[in-house]
């Protein structure tokens, strides 16, 4: 089983500026098995990125996904207050199926 | 515009049975993979099982394989999810979402949820 860890678990910014996520694979992931999800309070998670670096339809273009291997990042360029949520990176595989990242909290600093 | 309609969580006693059902609609239902994701409280997401198109092929994660049945109904664009001999971990907000197509293996629409409590 792929293990993704997230980090940081918590990231504290202010609106304005960059946030950079990290997640790592426990073993090499297919870039084109890689995602990145959003999730506010309350809500369900929204798809932002596939294929590691393919933002899904209406995604603003503040939002970037790069990486390979075992090594992939989501980066915000600059944080509107509407970007402050849990985020979640996830891949596609064999047993399980898909896995989740525990996620990043980015919280207003 | 899609939508997915999830239902029958409820509180439940270790040991007993749910049938969570997803009802979808605003897209061509019998076209793509389908999935049931679920959260526990306060926790990050897990994937439970999918299915495909035609419910011939099902998958499970582990800790449901052998409890948790998919199906689904083309004719009825619903999505359902048998769960029997529940734990107090199956305790959770499960989420029904829609892959995104044939080779793309995201998750690009989710319903809001159906919350099931397994308690004494």
């Known amino acids: 089983e792929i293990v993704l860890t997230q980090s940081p678990g918590t990231l504290s910014l202010s609106p304005g500026e960059r946030a950079t996520l990290s997640c790592r694979a426990s073993?090499?992931?297919?870039?084109?098995?890689l995602a990145w999800y959003q999730q506010k309070p309350g809500q369900a998670p929204r798809l932002l990125i596939y294929?590691?670096?393919t933002r899904a339809t209406g995604i603003p273009d503040r939002f970037s996904g790069s990486g390979s291997g075992t090594d992939f990042a989501l980066t915000i360029s600059r944080l509107e207050p509407e970007d402050f949520a849990v985020y979640y990176c996830?891949?596609?595989?064999?047993?399980?199926?898909?896995?989740f990242g525990q996620g990043t909290k980015l919280e207003i600093k | 515009e899609v939508q997915l309609v999830e239902s029958g969580g409820d509180l439940v006693q270790p040991g007993g049975s749910l049938r969570l059902s997803c009802a979808a609609s605003?897209?061509?239902?019998?076209?793509?993979?389908m999935s049931w994701v679920r959260q526990a409280p306060g926790k990050g997401l897990q994937w439970v099982s999918g299915?495909?198109?035609?419910?011939?092929?099902?998958y499970y994660a582990d800790s449901v394989k052998g409890r948790f049945t998919i199906s689904r109904d083309n004719s009825k664009n619903t999505l359902y999810l048998q769960m029997n001999n529940l734990r107090a971990e199956d305790t959770a907000l499960y989420y029904c979402?829609?892959?995104?197509?044939?080779?793309?293996?995201?998750?690009?629409?989710w319903g809001q949820g159906t919350l099931v409590t397994v308690s004494s």
């Open positions: 979402a829609k892959k995104y197509g044939s080779g793309l293996h995201y998750f690009d629409y």
């Open positions: 605003g897209f061509n239902f019998g076209n793509f993979a």
């Open positions: 299915i495909g198109v035609t419910g011939a092929g099902t």
């Open positions: 073993q090499s992931v297919s870039s084109s098995d």
């Open positions: 294929g590691a670096s």
């Open positions: 996830q891949q596609y595989g064999t047993s399980p199926l898909y896995t």
